[in-house]
């Protein structure tokens, strides 16, 4: 027996066990898909524990051994690229078992990848962590993302865009319920470190880059936290000196809670899961005529695997791929960005609360535009629909910098509003990118395997999820390194080894153990030095616009897919339906 069986232990699961009776409602299903989205969409909320990991032996600031941001970062990624891995070999198994064994098999994934992390964070091993969220996780991604899109199609013959985007707009919204509950059980779990002392106050010492307090005849490894730092921890009430490996900043309890409660809900939501009879269709509805919609909608069917001979196919794939690298490398560390762009410029305005709400607002954004584009693409078109995302977002990014750039000679307000506003936009067309997908594959390649064509198309997101965090945070990491060399030749030498206690000849040292930052280093440049940190990621936003341009090109050269690739009933070694 194997779980493809409709009549073997998991046969309850099966798609022909849950064919929907005459009169069943269609619109008990979107509920169902929307929750499952909403559980794995808190993916997108993945920057709010950037900060506790990066920290979770210093708790208050970065300790030596603690993970650095860009190793951090990649475990986002690790889950997006098997997210497109499993949709792509899930896609087809989805086809022939139905979205309710699938979507029961995605919550034990993704809850349990939460637990799994939660270990590896405990035991402050990194691997676990990669293992559990990353690739188990990433593999309940997958399998939730695509579960309930070729259902709701074929439920919503007569509104494509809008029943992808129905289900899509869960995945774009998880954040929004992800962000505040993420932090709040951050906040729960905490405690706070030790405190050895005010800085200054106390005797320290340097040894291999690393601030060690000397106390009854040992030597503590410390951080040093500033007052901000000291803020994020509910129990720290000064800046100054904290032991390294006490405290607790709540990740791992975090992650333990969110798997247990993400299980629970996925697995109710699958058994709503219903799939129509055969050949069904809304009362009084006649599909339009193949000239209908700018003449890109097809009333024949394409081939799961026919449709990658296609160019379409192809194209497609290039212009999802470099849509998302263009967002989610910013989704991935959108709050540390807030932060460090306009944190320093403006820190009575950019607090951490605000860095939060910020990632709050990108989820808002990315889930309105999921349903507003992917409902507006049914009256436009798919095609007319991408060509808007490609223009406007290439002169969206390309504005980035400017703002970025404006506010680190003037700290007014005006560049923070037009910074917010350019991001949201972006966002509203990043969401609505992955809502109409669907939609524009069936239009170009019919609805018989839709589900299937999909899940293959996201091996686009698993290179975006690749290559988007790789632009960001190499090209950030070269400019911090930039910058903290430029700043170092510009103090006082004897005032560098007074603050850090050591030389600059071990500059590269002190960088290494997170001990020497821009923002110490601006402690003690000269007056009038201009803050470097608003401009780390302005090469990255041109590297996104560039992109983007590329991507219009592909979807400018989108033609209906040739005759010869449509399927026929006669078509030898092909059936209706794949794996039968």
């Keep these: 027996m194997s779980l493809s069986d409709a009549k073997g232990p998991f046969g309850f699961l099966h798609k022909d066990n849950i ?42 600031a970065p300790a030596g051994d603690d993970w650095s941001l860009s190793s951090v970062v ?5 889950a997006i690229v098997f997210l497109g891995l499993a949709a792509a070999f899930g896609g087809k198994w989805l086809e022939k078992v139905g979205p309710r ?24 091993q990194l691997w676990l962590v990669y293992l559990g969220y990353g690739v188990l996780g990433g593999c309940g991604l997958g399998l939730g993302y695509v579960s309930p899109v070729s259902t709701l199609i074929r439920w919503f013959p007569d509104r494509r865009g809008m029943a992808t985007g129905m289900a899509i707009m869960g995945f774009g919204g998880g954040a929004i319920i992800a962000t505040p509950l993420k932090s709040w059980l951050l906040g729960l779990y905490s405690e706070a470190p030790t405190f050895l002392g005010m800085t200054g106050e106390v005797a320290t010492s340097t040894e291999n ?48 809670t969110l798997g247990i409660g993400y299980f629970v809900v996925m697995i109710i939501a ?60 910013v989704i991935g560390v959108a709050k540390t960005m807030m932060s460090e762009i306009y944190g320093t410029s403006m820190p009575l305005i950019v607090t951490a609360a605000f860095a939060s709400t910020y990632v709050l607002m990108i989820s808002v ?12 693409s049914d009256y436009i078109g798919r095609k007319t629909t991408y060509t808007i995302f490609f223009v406007l977002g290439a002169a969206l990014y390309m ?48 609805t018989m395997h839709v589900g299937g064509i999909h899940g293959r198309l996201l091996t686009a997101w698993s290179t975006a999820g690749v290559l988007g965090p790789l632009l960001i945070t190499s090209l950030r990491d070269m400019s911090v390194n930039s910058a903290i060399t430029d700043l170092a030749a510009k103090v006082d030498p004897a005032t560098f080894a007074e603050k850090f206690g050591a030389g600059l000849d071990q500059l590269d040292q002190l960088v290494a153990a997170k001990t020497v930052t821009i923002a110490r280093l601006m402690e003690i440049a000269p007056a009038g030095t201009v803050d470097p940190t608003s401009s780390l990621y302005n090469t990255t936003m041109y590297v996104m616009a560039a992109l983007l341009v590329v991507a219009f090109f592909a979807n400018l050269m989108m033609r209906p897919v040739r005759e010869k690739h449509h399927y026929r009933e006669s078509d030898a070694g092909m059936s209706a339906v794949p794996g039968e």
């Design 19 to 60: 064919v929907a009776k005459p009169g069943f409602n269609r619109w008990l299903v979107p509920p169902a898909s929307i929750a499952i989205h909403l559980c794995i969409g808190s993916v997108y909320a993945w920057s709010v524990f950037n900060p506790p990991l990066t920290r979770e032996l210093g708790v208050v």
């Design 101 to 124: 064994m699938v979507g029961v098999l995605s919550a034990c994934l993704w809850g349990g990848g939460f637990v799994i992390g939660s270990l590896g964070i405990a035991a402050h």
């Design 209 to 256: 880059g690393r601030l060690f307090v000397e106390q009854n005849g040992q030597l503590i490894e410390a951080v040093s936290a500033t007052a901000a730092q000291a803020g994020q921890i509910d129990g720290v009430v000064a800046n100054g000196l904290y032991a390294v490996g006490t405290g607790d900043t709540g990740a791992a309890a975090t992650f333990l």
């Design 365 to 376: 954004f990315n889930m309105v535009g999921r349903f507003f584009w992917a409902s507006t």
């Design 399 to 446: 504005s980035i910098p400017f703002f970025a750039s404006a506010t680190a000679s003037d700290p007014s307000i005006i560049w923070l509003i037009g910074f917010y506003v350019a991001t949201m936009i972006i966002f509203t067309m990043y969401g609505g990118g992955f809502a109409t997908i669907p939609a524009y594959l069936a239009d170009m390649f019919g």
């Design 270 to 329: 699958a058994f709503g899961f219903r799939v129509p009879p055969k050949d069904w269709k809304p009362e009084g509805w006649q599909p339009k005529p193949e000239s209908a919609s700018a003449g890109m909608i097809t009333r024949s069917n394409v081939h799961i695997d026919q449709a990658m001979k296609t160019p379409q196919f192809w194209q497609l794939w290039l212009m999802l791929c470099f849509n998302v690298t263009a967002g989610i490398g």
């Design 74 to 78: 990649w475990i986002f990624s690790v």
